[in-house]
């Protein structure tokens, strides 16, 4: 897998949602500072500890399992606010999410893999951390300062973002996918199961914590999809970057890569049937 290309694709990705951010989207962290607690300690608990927890069950090996904790530890994709809006949950919430878990992924991604796989393989913990900030906190930064200090030039760019955005995580899909369709095929089933189990129970968990604490049903909806989408093409990159010695690694983000964009649209679809109350 040509780890510098997928890398530069997603780098485009997150310069393009650093230009479509906007300030107010992160007043809801002043703002709702509880909801988006919630949201993160949910993001960074309930994935990691799903992503070890079927790991042991399904017996996968060390690469498996690595590549498994690593989608789990990753932070949410740009495609769950997509998601979240179609499902007609809580957006300012999903975007805010998604911004927060972003800006934490650096110290989170890299000091969680380390906890829960540190044991059965060797972490670079540094290296994956200067990793994020290279792929995404700098893109996005770009993106950001591109808005602010060329406006215009931004304004007729970012109409075009999206379908840059679509194109380039098509790519790093196909690229994914291609590099591993042998190991897919010589995987087993058994991986396949622990990624979509690990990404519905992640769906299911989401929206269960917001119902226990009783929160409005849009912000349910928005911890559903939140915190089951993973920024899985990050997982990919890191696998390819981080976890060379164990090729494998790289499967589950690749299965997760397909897989959560069709879940989150099935549930997307089941949640649009019922207007929120």
């Not at 499902?87 to 919430?93: M, S, V």
């Amino acid at each position: 897998m040509n780890y510098i290309n997928i890398s530069v694709l997603l780098g485009v990705v997150m310069f393009g949602m650093g230009m479509a951010t906007k300030l107010e989207d992160f007043k809801i962290v002043f703002s709702r500072p509880k909801d988006i607690a919630i949201g993160c300690a949910a993001q960074f608990t309930v994935m990691p500890l799903l992503a070890w927890v079927l790991a042991r069950i399904f017996s996968l090996d060390e690469a498996l399992t690595v590549g498994v904790i690593l989608v789990g530890c990753c932070p949410g994709g740009t495609a769950s606010n997509v998601m979240t809006y179609l499902a007609k949950g809580d957006l300012a919430l999903s975007v805010g999410m998604t911004g927060v878990s972003t800006v934490l992924a650096p110290v989170l991604t890299p000091a969680l893999t380390l906890l829960l796989a540190g044991q059965t393989v060797e972490v670079d913990a540094c290296g994956m951390f200067v990793g994020i900030l290279w792929v995404v906190v700098l893109p996005i930064t770009l993106g950001f300062a591109a808005k602010r200090f060329f406006p215009d030039l931004t304004a007729k760019a970012v109409r075009f973002m999206p379908t840059v955005s679509s194109v380039a995580i098509a790519i790093i899909l196909i690229k994914v996918v291609s590099a591993n369709l042998e190991r897919l095929a010589t995987g087993g089933v058994s991986v396949f199961f622990v990624v979509v189990l690990h990404n519905i129970c992640g769906l299911a968990l989401g929206y269960l914590i917001g119902a226990a604490l009783r929160l409005a049903e849009p912000k349910r909806r928005a911890l559903c999809i939140e915190v089951g989408m993973q920024n899985s093409g990050l997982a990919a990159s890191l696998a390819a970057a981080h976890f060379a010695a164990y090729p494998m690694a790289a499967v589950p983000g690749a299965i997760f890569s397909v897989w959560h964009n069709l879940s989150g649209a099935l549930v997307a679809r089941l949640f649009a049937r019922r207007p929120p109350v």
